[in-house]
């Protein structure tokens, strides 16, 4: 099992930028798949961005792509995500998840194995 925090979170206005960051321990992510979800109040946990073990593929929801990025640096054992042009709808906990079947490129969050604990984004207008 592999632990996962989130930090980079905060409150920024429209249009800003956040950096999220998934530190991993106790075991290296290096033949994880990892993914980036959130949750809104009131709503289902939802995907967010997703990228492969090695780097190679990455995955966006159509809500998110264009504006944000996500990346590994498996030397670091840390998964980023770098959010852009920031929107209120963009307002949620967003939680790093692993996958360890790391042959199979998924993206349901019931496939997922282990979870950070979240970091609020909340987006003002």
């Known amino acids: 099992q592999v632990q996962l925090v989130e930090s980079g979170g905060g409150l920024v206005q429209a249009g800003g930028s956040l950096r999220l960051s998934c530190a991993a321990s106790?075991?290296?992510?290096?033949?994880?798949?990892m993914a980036w979800f959130r949750q809104a109040p009131g709503k289902e946990r939802e995907f967010v961005a997703a990228?492969?073990?090695?780097?190679?593929?990455?995955v966006y929801a159509d809500s998110v792509k264009g504006r944000f990025t996500i990346s590994r640096d498996n030397a670091k054992n840390t998964v980023y995500l770098q959010m852009n042009s920031l929107k209120p709808e963009d307002t949620a906990v967003y939680y790093c998840?692993?996958?360890?079947?790391?042959?199979?490129?998924?993206?349901?969050?019931?496939?997922?194995?282990?979870w950070g604990q979240g970091t609020q984004v909340t987006v003002s207008t």
């Open positions: 990228i492969t073990w090695s780097s190679s593929s990455t």
């Open positions: 106790g075991r290296a992510i290096i033949s994880y798949n």
């Open positions: 998840a692993a996958d360890r079947a790391a042959w199979n490129f998924r993206l349901n969050p019931n496939d997922f194995d282990d």
